[in-house]
């Protein structure tokens, strides 16, 4: 069953590239356009969305305050002429930002990000243990599990190490992404660590040795680890 859309932008030009584009992909269904956000938000208010595209500078109300102000929000991509507004964007959990004007290549991305994240949202979990999203960098990335090595804790956020990449950055706790893990291949060792089970190497005086040579500490808490991971 394709995703339900709708599009909200004050820029009838700007629509039918939306109409367009749309067209061109049998996942997505664009349900209504609204040339004013008021009646777009109404319309939010009052029927079942999975996916919105919607203009940021509008004469009414901000795209960014009419995601605001939604109860139950659904998947968002914003459109904008102004880059200056990504940062704010993505502090919503935008799954994409597309500034205008707006290529059918770029288009495609954020819609193809849109209808994984949704079957990513929708499947048994066990059907979803291969790859982790996150939002980074103002961006939705999705992260493959064969390539983290350990998840560290900083405060408010977390730092996703991986074995062949650079370390990714997200708002989000250790418990939070735990919460999204396979618990047969990611397991916590210490308030600030969770390591991947196949990556580690070795356990020697409570410090756990990984693929890449880095050491971390296991703490009192989580000491039942070691005799689970000697288990053959």
């Given at each position: ?119 990513y ?17 103002y ?27 650079k ?14 893990l ?51």
């Open positions: 069953m394709p995703l339900r859309c709708i599009a909200i932008d004050d820029e009838p030009p700007a629509l039918a590239v939306i109409r367009e584009y749309v067209s061109k992909f049998p996942a997505l269904q664009l349900v209504h356009t609204f040339d004013d956000a008021i009646s777009g938000a109404e319309y939010l208010r009052q029927h079942a969305v999975d996916l919105l595209f919607i203009d940021i500078n509008m004469p009414d109300i901000t795209g960014l305050d009419l995601v605001r102000s939604l109860p139950e929000k659904p998947m968002i991509i914003f459109t904008t002429a102004y880059k200056k507004f990504a940062h704010e964007g993505f502090e919503l959990n935008a799954i994409d930002y597309l500034l205008k004007p707006i290529s059918l290549e770029r288009f495609s991305r954020a819609a193809h990000k849109a209808i994984e994240y949704y079957d949202k929708n499947k048994p979990r066990y059907e979803t243990e291969e790859s982790l999203f996150i939002y980074s960098e961006r939705m990335m999705k992260i493959g599990l064969q390539d983290i090595e350990y998840i560290e804790s900083l405060e408010d956020y977390i730092k996703i190490h991986r074995i062949n990449d370390p990714v950055l997200t708002l989000m706790t250790l418990k939070g992404v735990l919460e999204k396979p618990t047969a291949r990611f397991r916590r060792i210490h308030r600030s660590y969770i390591v991947a089970v196949d990556k580690v190497k070795s356990i020697l005086n409570r410090k756990v040795t990984l693929v890449s040579s880095t050491e971390l500490p296991i703490s009192d808490s989580y000491t039942s680890f070691i005799a689970e991971w000697k288990k053959p």
